[in-house]
């Protein structure tokens, strides 16, 4: 098993592993040492701050001890963990670490770096360091988009911390050993399927927590069909797993990360490349998922040596793949000499044919061979296909006089210009003509809307269809108990595939939007998630019950209530 471990981890490209939680037996580390792989070596002091001193400080000072004289000789030993995650509510805490930093500075003479947790709970407490272990699974936990705010956040805290400006540049180093998730309590439901609305709700009404988010927990990052698939972790793990390893490394002062698994997967070896080419929106993070057709995009892109040799008389090209083994060149730039260990910024514009399924493949090419390789699946559509009714527009319909004017006036540009409606101006709800169709504005600012059970049943009596397009507030009461709740997400999982409006499109349409919001698909949901729910807003593992609906349609007697809250219009 160790032999098989080691294989597997250099195989995937992987450099580095640490013994969570506990140190590890000396037959690994020999092993380490003949494998050439580098140990993170990490005591036994995990979570609890529930501790009795002096019995406690007593007790480390001898496991410290032991522990470096068992690992002190192996070269595979690279640094020291003291514990895991440790928070400080008691206040022998840090100076306990302080103290254990000190006596391991001083005494191993290899001068090894260490660390006083990995994890780094101290919060606002000084300790000695000299790593900077972050733990986030960003993807699992939270949206995957919002890591680069979270990384820069944390880069100023340490800084300011330590009252070191230029800490990550001089020496201390900066790692991420708990990264991405999916990797426990994640468990196949050979029973759930998909599109099947009941099978959906049961998993909505499911406690759902960090530590057991059962399918519903993962479905604001993937879909719920991926979560409780029967390869639910390895596919979670790398759909999302590619996008935060490739942040990170496009944030240059980051020395290492690691997803949160004791497996070695094979297809780690797309990240860990020496050379790696990545692809971008200019100002952010946002990868090339749709782009549109037949007009030009212009991205940024880097390219990272982490070799220890300078990358020289190199060329990227850029090709398509698409279904049926056909491959189109789309563009080709030469790689200005990059240092070792260093990076290339810059810009290039690709115009991509119309795909509703494609592979972007980048390739770094050296002396005719390839060095560096990158992909992204896609799919690029007109703008006309994207704006094109999925089923013939009414002829006219009633547009709602809110207090945003130029909500309204886009709106009416949107509906009118676009699909051809003829608009009708509506002061207020109660005044709908029967049959009618209202329309409720696109909101960009926060407005109250406000439907009571009681008007929704006249106007369905009536025979209207109220269509609410996107708002951005919570101060809205809606019919059936619904009301409107903060949640930017850039993924919207898909309830009900065969309905009419997602016809041609898949899942991953609903997955990173190119527009304001920095690739959000959704900012504000309607929950509870209930029968008319036709796309859900699924929870994270820093808020698992933020579960509710971004598109529903429901009859309500002879009329129809219909809210979409994805950004549709603002897109």
């Known amino acids: 098993k160790i032999d098989d471990f080691f294989t597997h981890a250099l195989g995937a490209g992987t450099v580095i592993a640490r013994t969570a939680h506990q140190p590890i037996s000396e037959r690994v580390l020999s092993a380490a040492d003949e494998y050439g792989y580098m140990i993170l070596y990490e005591s036994g002091w995990c979570f609890s701050s529930k501790l009795k001193f002096p019995e406690f400080r007593d007790n480390s000072l001898v496991e410290i001890r032991d522990m470096l004289e068992i690992a002190y000789r192996h070269p595979s030993v690279c640094a020291w963990s003291l514990g895991n995650e440790v928070p400080y509510y008691n206040h022998n805490a840090a100076?306990?670490?302080?103290e254990i930093y000190d006596w391991l500075k001083a005494n191993d003479k290899h001068g090894r770096p260490v660390s006083p947790q990995s994890g780094d709970f101290s919060g606002g407490t000084f300790v000695k360091t000299d790593i900077c272990d972050f733990h986030d699974y960003i993807g699992q936990a939270t949206d995957w988009l919002g890591f680069r705010k979270g990384l820069a956040d944390y880069r100023a805290f340490k800084e300011k911390k330590y009252k070191e400006p230029g800490l990550f540049n001089t020496r201390a180093i900066a790692l991420g050993f708990e990264t991405v998730g999916y990797t426990w309590n994640v468990n196949e439901d050979k029973s759930f399927v998909r599109g099947n609305l009941q099978h959906y709700l049961n998993y909505t009404k499911k406690e759902s927590?960090?530590?057991a988010p059962n399918g519903i927990g993962?479905?604001?990052?993937?879909?719920?069909?991926?979560?409780?698939g029967p390869d639910a972790s390895n596919e979670c793990l790398a759909w999302m797993g590619k996008r935060v390893f490739e942040l990170i490394r496009n944030h240059g002062w980051w020395q290492g990360y690691?997803?949160?698994?004791?497996?070695?997967?094979p297809y780690w070896r797309r990240w860990t490349q020496e050379i790696?080419?990545?692809?971008?929106?200019?100002?952010?993070?946002?990868?090339?998922?749709?782009?549109?057709?037949?007009?030009?995009?212009?991205?940024?892109?880097?390219?990272?040596?982490s070799r220890d040799s300078v990358l020289s008389g190199a060329t990227l090209k850029f090709s398509l793949a698409l279904p049926g083994g056909t491959e189109k060149d789309l563009a080709t730039m030469e790689i200005p000499e990059i240092a070792d260990f260093k990076s290339f910024e810059g810009k290039t514009t690709l115009v991509f044919p119309v795909a509703n399924e494609a592979q972007l493949r980048l390739r770094v090419v050296k002396d005719g061979k390839t060095v560096g390789q990158n992909y992204y699946d896609m799919s690029s559509r007109s703008k006309k296909d994207l704006e094109a009714p999925f089923a013939t527009p009414p002829k006219e319909a009633y547009l709602l006089e809110t207090d945003s004017a130029e909500s309204v006036r886009l709106t009416w540009f949107l509906l009118s210009k676009g699909f051809g409606i003829k608009l009708h101006e509506l002061k207020s709800l109660e005044e709908a003509k029967d049959n009618s169709i209202v329309v409720i504005p696109y909101e960009m600012d926060p407005q109250g809307v406000e439907i009571s059970d009681a008007l929704m049943k006249t106007l369905g009596e009536k025979g209207v269809t109220v269509f609410m397009l996107e708002q951005n507030s919570s101060a809205a009461f809606l019919p059936g108990g619904m009301n409107l709740f903060d949640g930017p997400l850039s993924f919207s999982d898909i309830v009900i595939p065969s309905h009419p409006v997602f016809k041609g499109l898949d899942w991953t349409d609903f997955d990173v939007w190119n527009n304001a919001?920095?690739?959000k698909v959704v900012n504000y949901y309607v929950g509870p998630a209930n029968e008319a729910m036709l796309a859900c807003h699924g929870g994270t593992l820093y808020k698992p019950k933020n579960v509710g609906a971004t598109l529903l349609e429901g009859k309500v007697g002879k009329g129809r209530l219909i809210i979409n809250q994805l950004l549709a219009v603002e897109s």
Request: overall charge negative; proline content about 15%.
């Open 95 to 98: 100076p306990l670490e302080v």
């Open 209 to 211: 927590s960090w530590g």
């Open 218 to 228: 993962c479905a604001g990052t993937v879909p719920l069909f991926k979560a409780v």
């Open 258 to 265: 690691a997803a949160w698994s004791s497996t070695p997967f």
């Open 276 to 305: 790696y080419p990545t692809l971008a929106l200019p100002g952010g993070d946002l990868p090339p998922t749709h782009p549109f057709a037949d007009e030009p995009t212009e991205y940024t892109v880097r390219v990272h040596n």
């Open 517 to 519: 919001h920095n690739g």
